[in-house]
């Protein structure tokens, strides 16, 4: 396990379709960061977990984006309906609980709406 | 207004040059990364700081915690250095990382 990984890295869906993404963080990091990036500006805060509990949600979450964390190891962000405004890069990060302010990124998903 | 201010947003530079990448931030923070980002998308951390100053081999990180102000220096920039480097704080009392629009660095050779 060298690093945060994100699968798939690139996907295509016509608008109004449902997507997942998912989010494998460094083995034993309990903290795990959603994100997303639109062109030419920084990553926005979209949701966080630590372990399994969802403990934040930004505002930008609407109701179509639901993230979940089972069993505290991986993460799934769906979009369900999907819209052209949806594309963008979803960044997943992940961090150990004893030094959270330093945060791993995976390669990102970026996620074209058509 | 983002909490977190970044200049220059684009900067083109000569092989050799000594370049200096600007963050401003309006909140009180934990910490403040320094993050480098090529196109593709990929993400990596280059410094942590809370206070002073860190060096990694070419790369210099500052901050004021009075002033609410960092800063990132690259010596001798290389064309490999050519990346958007964003700054992202961490506000005291969240869970939540606050990030600059970042600089798109090109190095010239």
């Known amino acids: 396990d060298t690093g945060v990984s994100q699968n798939p890295r690139h996907k295509i869906t016509k608008r109004g379709q449902n997507v997942t993404f998912r989010c494998d963080p460094i083995?034993?990091?309990?903290?795990l960061y959603w994100y997303r990036q639109t062109l030419g500006q920084g990553p926005e805060f979209l949701t966080y977990f630590q372990n399994e509990a969802q403990l934040e949600k930004s505002r930008l979450l609407s109701d179509r984006f639901s993230a979940e964390r089972p069993k505290g190891s991986f993460s799934t962000l769906e979009i369900q309906r999907t819209e052209q405004g949806d594309s963008a890069m979803y960044l997943c990060?992940?961090?150990?609980?004893?030094?959270?302010?330093?945060?791993?990124f995976g390669p990102g998903t970026r996620l074209t709406v058509t | 207004k983002n909490e977190v201010e970044q200049s220059p947003q684009n900067l083109t530079a000569q092989e050799g040059e000594f370049i200096t990448i600007n963050c401003s931030y309006s909140v009180g923070i934990s910490a403040l990364h320094w993050l480098q980002q090529h196109p593709g998308g990929g993400i990596v951390s280059l410094f942590m700081l809370s206070s002073g100053k860190k060096k990694h081999g070419r790369l210099i990180a500052t901050i004021n915690i009075q002033e609410k102000h960092s800063s990132l220096h690259i010596t001798a920039s290389h064309p490999r250095d050519s990346a958007v480097y964003i700054c992202?704080?961490?506000?005291?009392?969240?869970?939540?990382?606050?990030f600059g629009t970042g600089t798109s660095l090109t190095v010239i050779p």
């Open positions: 990060a992940s961090s150990l609980g004893v030094n959270p302010y330093e945060q791993y």
């Open positions: 992202a704080v961490r506000s005291w009392g969240g869970n939540q990382f606050y």
């Open positions: 083995s034993e990091h309990n903290r």
